[in-house]
C-alpha cells in the first residue's frame, strides 16, 4: 500500500458528461501529481501541485482542470468527455525535493462510452 | 526536454535466469533517474533510483540498476528471475534543474518470466 489513495477504482460515464476524480496524498506530502496512462499515450504527465499552488503543466486538455485544497487532497476534473478520454488517470505524491521519489495510487479506470 | 526510451516492448527470460530490461534517457541537467513496476491492475511501484554517487543502485525485490552517464543509460537488472517478477516496467527520469519535479516516464517494457 502506497498510501495514495484514489476514489473511485472505476467509473463509467457518457460522452459530453463532467467527472471528478479524487485524490488523497501520503501523510505529510505536499505535493501531487496527476498522469493518464493509455495504451497509444502511455503514462503522460498531466499537472503538478504544491501544498495548494500550480507548479507545472503537462499535456493536459483545456477541458481538463485540476485543484488541491487546504488538507492537500487534489481533485482532477474532466469535462466534455470524449471516447479518447477512456484511460486510467494516477496520482502521486512525493515529499519536499527533486531527489525524492513518487508514490502512486492505484488509479481510477475512466470508461466513456 | 528530456525524454525516456525503453528500446524492447516485450522481454522474454526463463525462471532463475538474469534478466536485464534497458532504459535510456536524454536531459539537458544532471538526471535523477527511477524505476517503477505495474503490476495488472494496480498502480506503480517504485523500485528504485539513481540521484548520485555509486553507479549501480540496489532496490527493491532483489533489482538493481546501472547508471552509466557515457551512455545515457540506466538499465535494470535480476542476476535470478522469478515468475513473480512478470509486469510492466517503467524508466523514469527528472532534471535536477530548478522546477522540474515531475517525472518523464518510457513506454514500458512488459517482462514475462517463463517457468
Known amino acids: 500500500d502506497s498510501g495514495v489513495t484514489q476514489t473511485p477504482k472505476h467509473l463509467i460515464t457518457a460522452t459530453g458528461q463532467r467527472v471528478t476524480l479524487r485524490c488523497s496524498p501520503r501523510s505529510g506530502d505536499l505535493s501531487v501529481y496527476w498522469y493518464q496512462q493509455s495504451l497509444d499515450q502511455g503514462l503522460q504527465f498531466l499537472i503538478h501541485?504544491?501544498?495548494?499552488?500550480?507548479?507545472a503543466k503537462g499535456n493536459i486538455l483545456e477541458r481538463f482542470s485540476a485543484q488541491q485544497f487546504p488538507d492537500l487532497h487534489s481533485e482532477l476534473n474532466l469535462s466534455s468527455l470524449e471516447l479518447g478520454d477512456s484511460a486510467l488517470y494516477f496520482c502521486a505524491s512525493s515529499g519536499q525535493g527533486t531527489v525524492t521519489e513518487a508514490f502512486f495510487g492505484q488509479g481510477t479506470r475512466l470508461t466513456v462510452v | 526536454a528530456q525524454s525516456v526510451a525503453q528500446p524492447e516492448d516485450q522481454v522474454n527470460v526463463a525462471e532463475g535466469n538474469p534478466l536485464t530490461v534497458k532504459c535510456t534517457y536524454s536531459?539537458?541537467?544532471?538526471?535523477?533517474l527511477f524505476w517503477y513496476v505495474q503490476y495488472p491492475n494496480r498502480g506503480l511501484q517504485f523500485l528504485l533510483k539513481?540521484?548520485?554517487?555509486?553507479?549501480l543502485v540496489k532496490g527493491s525485490y532483489g533489482f538493481e540498476a546501472e547508471f552509466n552517464k557515457s551512455q545515457t543509460s540506466f538499465h535494470l537488472k535480476k542476476p535470478s528471475a522469478l515468475v513473480s517478477d512478470s509486469a510492466l516496467y517503467f524508466c523514469?527520469?527528472?532534471?535536477?534543474?530548478?522546477?522540474?519535479?515531475?517525472?518523464?516516464f518510457g513506454k514500458g517494457t512488459k517482462l514475462s518470466v517463463i517457468p
Open positions: 501541485y504544491y501544498n495548494g499552488e500550480e507548479r
Open positions: 523514469a527520469v527528472k532534471n535536477s534543474g530548478a522546477g522540474s519535479y515531475q517525472l518523464t
Open positions: 536531459v539537458s541537467g544532471n538526471p535523477y
Open positions: 539513481y540521484i548520485t554517487g555509486d553507479n
